[in-house]
């Protein structure tokens, strides 16, 4: 992926859908200058309460899991991303205050049911 300095590049795939239940983001490329606040809606439809997921896959490499919820109101943070499991808007959105360059990648948002993720499937390197 290239990309001009001082630009972050954001492509978003849709990943995983389960006996029925599914998740939807935006797809398509996203372009922000650096510095720029980032969100990425992740809304999802299911039986249960799934675990939900959003995974990164930078340039040149394979995808990596970037945030995990298993339980309803989970707030999870890593690489200054943050997004919360909110059961009431069925929603899972990828949040970063300041995007960098290096932020540049493919985000997938995902969910699991709890089957698969107990022994791990969910989070395996892709």
Known sequence: ?????GLVTVILFLLGQTRGDSV?????QVTLLEGATL???CTYSATTYPTLFWYVQY?????????????VNDKETNKGFEATYNAKTTS????????????SAVYYCALGDTV???AGGAERKL
């Not at 939807?24 to 398509?28: A, E, I, K, L, T």
């Not at 990828?94 to 932020?103: M, R, T």
């Open 1 to 5: 992926m290239i990309s001009s300095p």
């Open 24 to 28: 939807s983001q935006m797809d398509g």
């Open 39 to 41: 969100t990425v809606n």
């Open 59 to 71: 340039p040149g490499e394979g995808p990596e899991l970037l945030l995990k919820a298993t339980k």
């Open 92 to 103: 899972f959105h990828l949040e970063k205050a300041s995007v960098q360059e290096s932020d």
């Open 116 to 118: 698969r993720e107990t």
